[in-house]
């Protein structure tokens, strides 16, 4: 099955900074990646997505970027803000029905 | 776009004692849902895939005794924690896929449950 890892596990930046979450897949056949943001104790969202046949998706702040040569995405925060900070997840999936893999989080701190 | 409600979003209950959280499509059918458990700074761990009118599919360790699933319409799915312990104590979510592809992968609204 899928195997995804995801680093760092924290990441603390001074508000203004820009951050970046990277993540490795295992399951060459993956071909969409979503990240969530999951503040404490509510549901994970839906910030941006991309699938394989893309390799950079922006929107306002944030980017995502895709090797797929060597299975490894990365989700990009500019000019980071206080409300950022969340715990992020990764995921990839073959798409379709299938179920994504998730990342094990990257808790993300912005300090004003 | 479409909503995954989750109820209750809080419960205390004693240990020995079983608890049922709802899961419900509000604005779509979900002939699948899945049921999640987070620990507290930890990853989403699949627990099991919830199928409409036929019987849930569980992941590797997780009992299915325990963790009872019923899917008995299109909107709605339910998780029973039976014979619940201190160590049954997590934040279960449900998710959905309302047909609009992985895109539109929703999770519900999460429920913290706390087994004294």
């Known amino acids: 099955g899928e195997n995804v890892e995801q680093h760092p596990s924290t990441l603390s930046v001074q508000e203004g900074d820009s951050a970046v979450i990277k993540c490795t897949y295992s399951?060459?056949?993956?071909?969409?990646f979503p990240w969530y943001k999951q503040e404490l104790g509510k549901r994970p969202q839906l910030i941006i997505d991309i699938r394989s046949n893309v390799g950079e998706k922006k929107d306002q702040r944030i980017a995502v970027t895709l090797n797929k040569t060597a299975k490894h995405f990365s989700l990009h925060i500019t000019e980071t803000q206080p409300e950022d900070s969340a715990v992020y997840f990764c995921a990839a999936s073959r798409g379709g029905s299938y179920i994504p893999t998730f990342g094990r989080g990257t808790s993300l701190i912005v300090h004003p | 776009g479409a909503v995954v409600s989750q109820h209750p979003s809080r419960v205390i209950c004693k240990s020995g004692t079983s608890v049922k959280i709802e899961c419900r499509s509000l604005d779509f059918q979900a002939t699948t849902m899945f049921w999640y458990r987070q620990f507290p700074k930890q990853s989403l761990m699949l627990m099991a895939t919830?199928?409409?009118?036929?019987?849930?599919?569980?992941e590797q360790g997780v009992e299915k005794d325990k963790f009872l699933i019923n899917h008995a319409s299109l909107t709605l799915s339910t998780l029973t924690v039976t014979s619940a312990h201190p160590e049954d104590s997590s934040f279960y979510i449900c998710?959905?896929?309302?047909?609009?592809?992985?895109?539109?992968?929703?999770f519900g609204s999460g429920t913290r449950l706390t087994v004294v």
């Open positions: 998710s959905a896929l309302p047909g609009q592809g992985l895109s539109g992968y929703t």
């Open positions: 399951d060459s056949a993956s071909n969409y």
């Open positions: 919830s199928n409409e009118g036929s019987k849930a599919t569980y």
